[in-house]
């Protein structure tokens, strides 16, 4: 098992965890299902993120701003199965 397999393993069950803590966590809520999903604006302060209004070119600062509102549970999966496809390409 390559290093990009183990990776991509522990990304992808990060982020199958961080669904299930949060399904756990809407159905908590009495009355009603609320779903909150995190993204790194919300893990990260907002003043380590003030660097990509600074970026020249438009369209990598619009992806970078994309990147980091997507939903976690989502950019930990997409993360997990690249990294899983990365090892498996470069399987020697």
Same mark, same amino acid.
């Given at each position: 098992?390559?290093?990009?397999?183990?990776?991509?393993?522990?990304?992808?069950?990060?982020? &199958?965890? @961080? $669904?299930?803590?949060? *399904?756990?966590?809407?159905?908590?809520?009495?009355?009603? +299902?609320? !779903?909150? /999903? &995190?993204? @790194? $604006?919300?893990?990260? *302060?907002?003043?380590?993120?003030?660097?990509?209004?600074? +970026?020249? !070119?438009? /369209?990598?600062?619009?992806?970078?701003?994309?990147?980091?509102?997507?939903?976690?549970?989502?950019?930990?999966?997409?993360?997990?199965?690249?990294?899983?496809?990365?090892?498996?390409?470069?399987?020697?």
């Amino acid at each position: 098992m390559s290093k990009f397999n183990m990776l991509g393993g522990i990304l992808c069950l990060g982020g &199958l965890l @961080l $669904v299930a803590f949060q *399904a756990i966590s809407s159905v908590m809520t009495p009355g009603e +299902i609320v !779903w909150k /999903s &995190l993204s @790194l $604006v919300d893990v990260v *302060a907002a003043e380590h993120l003030k660097w990509i209004d600074s +970026i020249s !070119w438009i /369209s990598i600062q619009n992806g970078i701003k994309y990147i980091t509102t997507v939903p976690l549970y989502m950019l930990l999966l997409c993360c997990g199965f690249l990294s899983i496809l990365l090892g498996v390409l470069t399987k020697k």
